[in-house]
């Protein structure tokens, strides 16, 4: 899953928010120096992208795009579903999307220390152009996956996918809210595993 779906997946816990966030800019167990709640926000980023890469329905949505974009097309899906949890917010969160983002923005900034190097440097750029509210429509997606296609080199083509998020957009939504369901059920058990230990 992409940025907005690891910070939800974190049921508000700030600690576990923080870890769940930046858990892609640490290698392997170079983390046992955060806090150990920070730590345990890692751990469960991990079983979520275990869980989501596995998953029938993701593999769906997936295989759609593999044609144009090979190993490249999880990437696009993780920034689609992205894309429609952000649009149906009020379905997951009764808090709203500018709120819930612009206390995560805070979040960052009161922890910006404690960041990973690779996390300091995206943060400026993410929250000058509000990634993640600007997830709920397709001029923002387009953004971030013309972003994605330029750190490939222009390889990936992945500026293309807008093209294909548009032509299946019922497919990639209706997929998106079934396999979603589920995963919050398996975060909600994971969280709660991780922080009974």
Not at 2 to 20: C, K, M, Q, V
């Amino acid at each position: 899953m992409n940025f907005l779906a690891h910070i939800y997946l974190s049921f508000g816990d700030r600690e576990i928010t923080l870890g769940n966030f930046f858990a892609d800019h640490i290698k392997g167990n170079k983390f046992k120096h955060y806090p150990d709640k920070i730590q345990k926000g890692i751990l469960l980023h991990r079983e979520i992208d275990t869980f989501s890469d596995s998953h029938p329905v993701a593999k769906q949505s997936s295989k759609r795009l593999h044609k144009n974009y090979s190993h490249y097309s999880r990437v696009i899906v993780d920034i689609f579903y992205d894309h429609f949890l952000a649009k149906n917010w009020s379905d997951y969160s009764d808090i709203p999307l500018d709120i819930f983002v612009e206390d995560f923005y805070d979040l960052l900034e009161e922890n910006y220390d404690m960041l990973p190097l690779g996390t300091q440097r995206m943060m400026p750029y993410m929250i000058a152009d509000n990634w993640l509210v600007n997830y709920a429509n397709l001029e923002g997606i387009s953004r971030v996956l013309n972003g994605m296609n330029r750190r490939t080199q222009n390889k990936s083509g992945m500026n293309n996918a807008i093209l294909d998020l548009e032509e299946h957009y019922d497919a990639f939504e209706k997929e998106f809210k079934a396999f979603f369901k589920e995963l919050i059920t398996f975060s909600r058990q994971k969280f709660n595993s991780l922080c009974e230990n």
